[in-house]
Nanobody, 122 residues
Framework: QVRVEQSGGGLVQAGGSLRLSCTAS????????MGWYRQTPGNRRELVAL???????NFTDSVKGRFTISRDDAKNTVYLQMDELKPEDTAIYYC????????????????WGQGAQITVYS
């Protein structure tokens, strides 16, 4: 019913840039907040950046000033521009989207992309 497909990622030298994109495909549900989380071995999945349907954003402190998130509501697509990458940004990045619940104006269900490895080397 909902497919979350992400693209981008890969290997990049410290100081470089990468761009991620993600599309939540559905003809049934409304997609609300979208964004990105990341996970490294031994750690829980953590927030990177979120953008609500109204355009408000939320970034984890470690990426503020380096990452930019944007979205195309008509396409249910979110983008993450990552600049000034650091080795500590190395992680598996997961696209996130929450969708509406039929018959509810407040409840949502989380949806996840397949994940993409980003490795930043010195």
């Amino acid at each position: 019913q909902v497919r979350v497909e992400q693209s981008g990622g890969g290997l990049v030298q410290a100081g470089g840039s990468l761009r991620l994109s993600c599309t939540a495909s559905t003809s049934t549900f409304k997609i609300n907040t979208m964004g990105w989380y990341r996970q490294t071995p031994g750690n829980r999945r953590e927030l990177v950046a979120l953008i609500a349907s109204g355009g408000s954003t939320n970034f984890t402190d470690s990426v503020k000033g380096r990452f930019t998130i944007s979205r195309d509501d008509a396409k249910n697509t979110v983008y993450l521009q990552m600049d000034e990458l650091k080795p500590e940004d190395t992680a598996i990045y997961y696209c996130y989207a929450d969708r509406s619940v039929p018959g509810s104006s407040r409840c949502t269900i989380d949806e996840w992309g397949q994940g993409a490895q980003i490795t930043v080397y010195s």
